[in-house]
């Protein structure tokens, strides 16, 4: 696991869209630590807090919404980015994401430019 100050978390349980979310983020200059699941993306997280964390809301064992919960109580990770990727849309699905503490709400499918975008706009980064 990487300490490099570009580093994001990125989970989800489906290794394709995973993957695809790896490759685009790495191809504009950030270091990317992804895993499949909510609890190893909580152990990343706490272990070396990223500049930002992309996470699937519906994951096995903890759910997106349960790290982005965990993030926003540990005084450590509070401060964490959190852009949650997810098949949900509707506004209540929406509203107890922002409510929850996420920065941003990307629904899928998505465009994976418009994803680099939203991502280095939350970092402050132009790509």
Do not use: C
Not at 66 to 91: C, F, G, M, N, W
Not at 108 to 124: I, N
């Amino acid at each position: 696991m990487s300490t490099d100050p570009n580093r994001i978390v990125v989970a989800d349980d489906d290794a394709d869209i995973r993957e695809l979310v790896q490759f685009k983020l790495e191809q504009a200059g950030f270091v990317v630590d992804a895993v499949e699941d909510g609890g190893q993306a909580w152990e990343s997280i706490v272990s070396a807090p990223p500049v930002l964390a992309v996470l699937d809301v519906m994951m096995p064992g903890l759910s997106g919404l349960d790290v982005l919960r965990k993030v926003r109580e540990d005084e450590a990770t509070r401060d964490v980015p959190v852009i949650l990727l997810t098949a949900r849309s509707r506004d209540s699905d929406v509203d107890s994401g922002f409510t929850s503490g996420a920065t941003d709400y990307v629904i899928k499918p998505f465009s994976p430019r418009e994803l680099v975008h939203r991502v280095s706009s939350v970092v402050g980064r132009r790509t």
